[in-house]
């Protein structure tokens, strides 16, 4: 479909304003989630660091403005104990003179006031670590402040932002991903249903406007269907409405044409001058012409009437006995022609309208009648062969140019070399019958290469009774 | 041949009238069906043809209100309607053949002239076509005056055949009809039998047609 390219996709537009807005929410998902686990994990390492600040401020010791930090050795081991990163801390007194720990430490101190904490990143020896700042009193006034700086190495804090890191971003995408994919499957599968829709109102035919199934199609779209379907039962109300205008002109034409039919019929049989022969036989001629226009239309808008109900139920029909049966209605006719109608019956079932498959046979030989000419065979063939049906009706007649054949089953369409009382219409209308009934209906050369043979295939009944 | 047409298109009517004259039959006309079920007591009529759509009282009634006053005589419908439905109608009231406008001449005659020997044959049993005569009883057949011999199978087969005349006789019915008939016996067979028998009836100007691969039929060579 090249138009498709073109034009607005239910399905892209959709997905074209889902998969943008999942773009932007899936990174800003996962910084939330990054943020909510990083921040509980870096406050208990926070908490742990607090715990050594609280414990050294503990052993500061002061008599008057003199500071001490009275700490063993196990003490200070006990303190700096860590399984993975380094502590080190410093106690400075309110004078700036370290009372214990590591020197370098004091460098990174803070002017704080007493009680005050602070917590930063800070760079030791080269090395990142996190650092406590906390100021104690200690001394008679306030102003007298020892501070206690702890820091530790980073590295738990880098495993945690990592292990967070990891985290946020499986679970945004572990969440995006099947949303994503979801998205897109539910666009499909809401849109099947119209599509099905879709399909079912490409098949329809002028003859077949059958409703369409509304029955799961999504309700923004159902009203658009519904519309459809009310459409096409306009158009199935305008279709029959023609059809019966066509059906009642046949009807009311049917007696003023048997006047014509008899009349012409009796005036050439009865003595008259010769001059008026060729104008009685045209006479003639037209009036017989004009039945059979009139009887076929009136097939047509039946064959085509009974295509619009699909309700109408179908029997087994033996096209042999239907051959059979109406083998009287031929045979005068083909004598009359100076024609040997002849038969080849074998049980041939399968399922329709016996009054339109009727019509269909009628039509065919009547045809062959029509135009194969003085002395000719007209065979009627039944059989069943390999699986299909077969009704063959075969003449030695003139036969139809094979450039000609395609057009026969066309309505209004006549051989050029026909003539006699053909309407145009026989084999359209057994055109039409015949897809109907799901047959196929082929136009070949007769035995020999003569005359013409018109096979008909049909689907065998299913259960012959 | 005595008929009585009721057709309410005045054309049609006189049309076919004039073509009935013209064979030397009588007919009467009627426009209506309401006077036909007491014309048809009144008169001798042999067969009745009847338009099915007639103004008032219709065709479908006026045959039930003379096979109500219990009348057999051979009934052909005319219509300008061609549905089963139609057809199936006119049949269960009583019509005995059925003919659809616009019909050719010789077709309708064709059709009286074997609804009339067919009623003829259940009244009395008499069979005739052309100069031959078959007497049911006797199971003998005459041209003229003169006794024509068959074998006891061909006039099985001339008697079935006069009964249908006019009409296509398939080949396994009449096989079926022949006592002691083998059926297997051949196609041929059946053949040899009839153009024996063809051979001694066609000099009462009747002729015995084979329809090829499907059966026979007998037809008077001069339509009375």
Sequence with gaps: MSSAARQPSLQRTLLLWLLPALALLVPLGALLIYRIALIPALDALD?????????LEQLIDWQGDRATLPISAQTEQALRANLVDKTVFAVTDPDGRLLGGTAALTALAQPLAAGQWDYHDAVLGGEPVRLVTHAVACGASPERICTILVAETRTKRAAARRAALLGAVL??????????????LAVRRALRPVESAATEVASLTPERLRAVDTRGVPSEVAGFMRATNQLLDRLRTAAAAQRTFVADAAHQLRTPLAVMRVEAAELLAQPHPETMKPALK??????????????????????????????????????????????DLWLLPALDAGQDLGFDLQPAWVRGHPVLLGELLGNLVQNAIAYAGPGASITVVTRAHEGSVELVVEDDGPGVPLEERAGLGRRFQRGRQAQGSGSGLGL???TDIARLHGATVAFESGEGGRGLRVRTTLPPAKTPP | MNILLVEDD??????????????????????????????????????????IGLPGVDGLETLRRVRAQGSYLPVLMLTARDGVEDRVAGLESGADDYLVKPFAVPELLARLRALVRRHEFRRDGALALGQLRFDSSARRAFIGEASVHLTARES??????????GRIVARDKLAALIPDWNAAASDNALELLMSRLRGKIEPAGVRLRTVRGLGYLIEAVEPA
């Design chain 1, 428 to 430: 359209a209308i057994v």
């Design chain 1, 282 to 327: 045209r006479l003639h001629g037209a009036a017989e012409r004009g039945s059979r226009l009139a009887q076929q239309l009136l097939a047509l808008a039946r064959a085509e009437g009974m295509g619009i109900d699909p309700t109408l139920p179908t029997e087994a029909v033996d096209l042999r006995a239907l051959a059979a049966d109406n083998a």
């Design chain 1, 47 to 55: 908490r742990a660091l607090t715990d050594t600040t609280v414990a």
């Design chain 2, 10 to 51: 005045a054309a049609l009517a006189e049309a076919t009238a004039t073509a009935m004259r013209a064979r030397g039959w009588r007919v009467d006309v009627s426009a209506t069906g309401e006077p036909v079920p007491r014309s048809v007591q009144q008169d001798d009529y042999d067969a009745l043809v009847l338009d």
């Design chain 1, 171 to 184: 679970g945004a995408l572990a969440l995006a991903l099947p949303l994503a994919g979801l998205a897109v």
């Design chain 2, 156 to 165: 099985v087969v001339l008697e079935y055949l006069l009964q249908q005349v």
